[in-house]
């Protein structure tokens, strides 16, 4: 008779336990798509936060936020919170190399039993004034003491006359030629751009080109060399 009564009193605790964690609900305020709308590229990360509530009767634990690549990242504020409370997450999105409609995700880890893996997905559209073509450069056939070239068309996307300001590389390694520095609606600038390696390293880094465009008052472009040996 007393085992019964253990039995029924832990199965007892099992459903209460059980009633308790239904009580959990983590909700996104605003729903579960954010958008960081249009993005002019300048090599700046772009922020957002979203606002998690705990809208149960019962605590919730976030125990982990994750995200689907490495050019997005979120923070979160807090890990615990009580009926009712709220907490925000963090993002940042770097949109260099990208361009037109992105998607990403933000995965939260949490205690809700009906939602233990809450998706957020995040939709923007990367833009660009100055627009490049390819929209890196690769060094392909880099070698220690020998020239290799490189061109990216630099294409003024704006209803505006756009001039070119200044071109900044990462190494003094690599040198550049710019076709022409004021671009009309429509009109596009060659930049020419070489490298002589001097040692057996890898190149990686960005150029900056800046410019008189109020959306875009700079532009970043990936740049990188495999060097090996001459």
């Not at 983590?26 to 993005?39: Q, W």
């Not at 409609?101 to 995040?122: F, R």
């Not at 490049?132 to 003491?145: Q, S």
């Not at 200044?166 to 040198?175: A, D, K, Q």
Request: hydrophobic share 40%.
């Amino acid at each position: 008779m007393r085992n019964q009564f253990i039995y029924v009193f832990a199965a007892l605790l099992t459903i209460s336990g059980w009633i308790a964690d239904a009580n959990a609900q983590l909700t996104v305020v605003g729903g579960n798509e954010v958008s960081f709308g249009k993005i002019y590229q300048t090599g700046e990360m772009v922020h957002k936060v979203i606002t998690l509530k705990n809208a149960g009767s019962d605590s919730i634990s976030i125990k982990r936020v994750s995200t689907s690549c490495g050019c997005t990242a979120a923070l979160l504020a807090d890990s615990a919170l009580a009926p009712g409370q709220v907490t925000e997450v963090k993002i940042q999105f770097n949109p260099t190399g990208y361009i037109g409609g992105v998607t990403k995700y933000v995965y939260i880890s949490n205690s809700d039993p009906k939602d233990q893996l809450m998706t957020v997905k995040l939709t923007g559209y990367v833009a660009y004034a100055l627009q490049p073509t390819p929209g890196y450069v690769l060094f392909d056939n880099a070698r220690v003491g020998r020239l290799d070239s490189a061109e990216v068309t630099l294409s003024n996307t704006t209803n505006e006359v756009m001039s070119i300001t200044g071109v900044t590389v990462p190494t003094r390694e690599i040198t550049y030629r710019l076709s022409k520095k004021v671009l009309k609606p429509g009109e596009f600038a060659n930049l020419d751009l070489y490298i002589t390696p001097t040692n057996p390293r890898d190149v990686d880094g960005y150029i900056v080109v800046r410019t008189t465009s109020d959306k875009q008052p700079q532009l970043q472009i990936r740049v990188f060399a495999g060097l090996i040996g001459g």
